[in-house]
């Protein structure tokens, strides 16, 4: 359960240090490859909590884990070149739609980090 809890605050404090990672860049991320990967993710879950047998549980879970890595290193690019002068070339209205995506998709992670502490917890069939 403490190793859970670490997890998430390292991954929001990934996640909200972002911005300060990306100063120099302004190239927008493929949004498309990235609602592709927030699917595969929330399939992922989905398999997992379908899951019977505890080992392909705990398998599926680092799959999972391994994919919200993935866009984690993906989102780098949504957000801090924006807030830190990059994004140049984009109207207000486009730098507040990526913001808002890239809020929409860390709130998806961290609710399905909250879901790996649950399953952590309470495993099926218990």
Do not use: F, W, Y
């Not at 709130?107 to 502490?117: F, L, S, W």
């Amino acid at each position: 359960m403490k190793r859970r809890t670490i997890a998430v605050a390292v991954l929001a404090a990934s996640l909200m240090s972002a911005p300060l990672l990306c100063v120099a860049q302004a190239k927008a991320p493929d949004m498309g490859a990235m609602q592709q990967q927030m699917k595969k993710m929330q399939a992922q879950m989905e398999g997992v909590r379908k899951a019977k047998d505890p080992k392909e549980r705990q398998k599926l879970m680092n799959e999972h884990m391994q994919a919200m890595q993935e866009t984690m290193k993906q989102m780098r690019g949504m957000g801090g070149g924006m807030m830190m002068g990059g994004g140049m070339g984009m109207g207000a209205d486009q730098r507040s739609q990526m913001m808002e995506n890239r809020m929409d998709m860390m709130q998806m992670m961290m609710e399905q980090m909250m879901q790996h502490d649950q399953m952590q917890q309470h495993p099926a069939g218990h």
